[in-house]
């Protein structure tokens, strides 16, 4: 059964960093693509950013692109998310996910870990 489990969420002031990590468990990855998305109260769901398992490719949201960088260790199993420079409007709930390699759709999901940022 796939597991993943997000940690590392809390609450920072504007401009802190903080680096979310996810914990991936239940199968082999390497023809999977990991995501990280985030979902504020009273909003959609927002894609961020996802990092190829198998060579480390990445994309990322043009909200997020130069101030966050999600990063894989392939022995652990981890995926972290590295956010640097954040501000109040980055407070959500931040998941990680799991999606085969030709696939749109996430398949798996974590519980979600709280970010909440202040001013």
């Known amino acids: 059964q796939v597991q993943l489990v997000e940690s590392g969420g809390g609450l920072v002031q504007a401009g802190d960093s903080l680096r979310l990590s996810c914990a991936a468990s239940?199968?082999?990855?390497?023809?999977?693509?990991m995501g990280w998305f985030r979902q504020a109260l009273g909003k959609e769901r927002e894609f961020l950013v996802a990092?190829?398992?198998?060579?480390?490719?990445?994309i990322y949201a043009d909200s997020v692109k130069g101030r966050f960088t999600i990063s894989r260790d392939n022995a652990k199993n981890m995926v972290y998310l590295q956010m640097n420079s954040l501000k109040p409007e980055d407070t959500a709930v931040y998941y990680c996910?799991?999606?085969?390699?030709?696939?749109?759709?996430?398949?798996?999901w974590g519980q979600g870990t709280q970010v909440t940022v202040s001013s």
């Open positions: 996910a799991a999606r085969k390699l030709m696939d749109i759709k996430y398949d798996y």
């Open positions: 239940g199968r082999t990855f390497s023809s999977y693509v």
């Open positions: 990092i190829s398992w198998i060579d480390g490719s990445t």
